[in-house]
């Protein structure tokens, strides 16, 4: 019978944090949450919620069951929204910062989010010798890590870095830890930086030069007709895709996208139906750099000096949009953009490229 019950609460477990469990009390069995997280162990109880495990009481049992999942979701979306007082808890009776740090970052859904997290944990490690509480950390202490930061890498990854730094103790506010972020005075301006992309000619360009990595390069001429990242391209299926209709969600944001596709990468995805065989529409190396060598091996070949990386096919797409005349804000839905400030970068690099074109025009 208890078969039966296991195989139930395995249904409701297998996408939860906080688990179901059973414990025997007297003649029958109650229902329990369990977290386990860093070695630690979160129980909570559910008030009269409890199996018996008899043929006789399955039906009964099922809706006990349910009962428990439904406590199981509060507390499941209590802990994406990183209000978990178990969490919480831990923190404030042992202060420690990086403990604190790196509960924060595995809370994270997005793989690369929780690698640019990891990465300042790294230094922040290193800097404070793997050792600092919340009441080591003031104005002072804060500036010293910028300045640490900017020694080691540079000023808009330093930027990148400290506003993750900035942004795990406004987690700390929020939980009572420290009164107020100490970092918050504390600027790290970005350097501007240029976004490189490819004009329409030099896609076709480019579509017309043999490359020996034929999965890489129809990737990024895919990404250029449709604005995916190459993360996105790595977890492309087969399944993605109906007719001329592109589905899937993205990895960065865990924002559903739906799009129509267009000719020319309707025809991409003709050659790739012929050249694989698995579910994986491209197959793309894990290593962005070992795509990136490839396509400037490509570029060059083609004879277009400029600096190009997978990104840019993203950028290549937005530029193309704008354009051809697409409005701003489709197409700020179309890249997944949660705000459009970040789409009307592309903006300005049009009004620059009509600038430019203003520039050519003879003299009388």
């Known amino acids: 019978m208890f078969d039966k019950l296991n195989k139930e609460i395995r249904k409701y477990n297998q996408k ?6 059973y414990r025997k009390l007297n003649n029958k ?6 977290l386990q997280r860093d070695k630690k162990r979160k129980t909570i109880n559910i008030e009269n919620c409890f199996v018996i495990g008899l043929p006789s009481t399955f039906s009964n049992d099922k809706k006990m069951i349910l009962r428990a999942s439904q406590k199981q979701q509060v507390y499941d979306r209590q802990y994406e ?25 595995d809370a994270k859904r997005s793989k690369s989010t929780r690698k640019s997290w990891n990465n300042i944990i790294n230094y922040f490690r290193t800097f404070t010798k793997n050792k600092i509480t919340f009441k080591d950390i003031d104005l002072i202490f804060c500036e010293k890590f910028r300045e640490y930061l900017l020694i080691r890498v540079s000023e808009n990854s330093t930027a990148t870095y400290f506003s993750v730094f900035k942004a795990m103790l406004n987690h700390a506010v929020k939980h009572n830890i420290l009164v107020k972020n100490p970092a918050r005075f504390v600027s790290t301006p970005k350097k501007r930086v240029d976004r490189e992309y490819l004009l329409f000619d ?62 020319s990468a309707l025809e991409i995805l003709k050659e790739q139906k ?3 065989r698995g579910r994986r529409v491209f197959e793309v190396p894990r290593s962005d750099a070992n795509s990136n060598k490839h396509l400037k091996e490509w570029v060059k070949q083609a004879g277009i000096k400029k600096h190009i990386t997978f990104h840019c096919a993203r950028h290549t797409f937005a530029t193309l949009c704008l354009t ?18 970040h789409t009307q970068i592309y903006a300005k690099l049009i009004d620059k490229k009509k600038d430019e074109a203003i520039d050519k025009l003879p003299n009388i």
């Open 202 to 263: 030099e896609i076709k360009l480019l579509a017309l030069t043999e490359s020996y990595y034929p999965h890489i390069t129809n990737a990024f001429l895919f990404s250029c007709f449709t604005g995916l990242r190459i993360s996105d391209i790595r977890n492309l299926t087969w399944s993605n895709i109906t007719n001329d209709t592109l589905e899937y969600t993205q990895q960065k944001t865990g924002v559903s996208q739906r799009m129509k596709i267009n000719r």
């Open 29 to 34: 069995y109650t229902l329990f949450l369990e």
């Open 16 to 21: 939860s944090v906080f688990k179901i469990r």
């Open 274 to 276: 012929l050249a694989t």
């Open 324 to 341: 051809y005349d697409i409005d701003i804000y489709t197409v700020s839905k179309l890249l997944g953009h949660k705000d459009i400030k």
């Open 81 to 105: 929204l990183k209000e978990d007082t178990f969490l919480i808890d831990i923190k404030l009776k042992s202060s420690d910062v990086l403990s604190f740090f790196e509960a924060l970052r």
